[in-house]
């Protein structure tokens, strides 16, 4: 099992620019979440998906992040325009159905300058 | 000005030594408990886990206590190796209507000296 898939592993970008990270989920898995760990607040949910629709998106940071999952094998992260303090490492987790578990992928360290 | 970080508490051992890592959780509701391992430049990775039915679950070298009545979780691990070195999540695990939803605490650091 190639485990969650996550791009780019590292993103550097100037402030204002679009940024976009990417999710494979684990084939069969039908929770999807978004993370972002920080030194500063820790591992932090920013949004969940069950069955491709988003459940709960409260932890979205503000408007500037919007995240998609257009079918079972691929979600994607947005933020634009990007600022510096949306610098972090962005984790992409996925789990079967009614269990807590969650896989995490390897993460994507983002930059923004 | 330059930020504080988030201070992660740290558990230095002796190669060889029992490690024990704490963990205070929040919702007396949680019935489910996760403890994860994160290396340095990975995910976290799942170590073990326990239900609220149970009050400790014993692997080979990992064994986990859960006290619910006063809403404590530790993680022991016997004869500490240096690759144990990582900072160790609990998670906590609630149902609600949408499903699951798993809450993360600050973690703690453990260093294995050699």
Request: aromatic share 10%; charged share 20%.
């Amino acid at each position: 099992d190639a485990g969650v898939i996550q791009s780019p592993r590292h993103e550097v970008t100037e402030m204002g620019q679009e940024v976009t990270l990417r999710c494979k989920p684990i084939s069969g898995h039908n929770s999807l979440f978004w993370y972002r760990q920080t030194m500063m607040r820790g591992l932090e949910l920013l949004i969940y998906f069950n069955n491709n629709v988003p459940i709960d998106d409260s932890g979205m940071p503000e408007d500037r992040f919007s995240a998609k999952m257009p079918n079972a094998s691929f979600s994607t992260l947005k933020i634009q325009p990007s600022e510096p303090r949306d610098s972090a490492v962005y984790f992409c987790a996925s789990s079967p159905t009614n269990t807590g578990e969650l896989f995490f992928g390897e993460g994507s360290r983002l930059t923004v300058l | 000005g330059e930020s504080v970080g988030l201070h992660l508490p740290t558990l230095s051992v002796q190669e060889g030594d029992n490690s024990i890592i704490n963990c205070a959780y929040s919702n007396s509701a949680s019935d489910y408990f996760i403890w994860y391992k994160q290396e340095s430049g990975k995910g976290p990775q799942f170590i073990t886990d326990i239900r609220s039915n149970m009050d400790k679950r014993q692997g080979q070298r990992v064994t986990v206590l859960l006290n619910k009545t006063v809403k404590h979780l530790s993680l022991q691990i016997a004869a500490t190796q240096p690759g144990d070195s990582a900072v160790y999540f609990c998670a906590e695990n609630m149902e609600y209507n949408a499903g699951n939803m798993l809450t993360f605490g600050g973690g703690t650091r453990l260093m294995v000296k050699p």
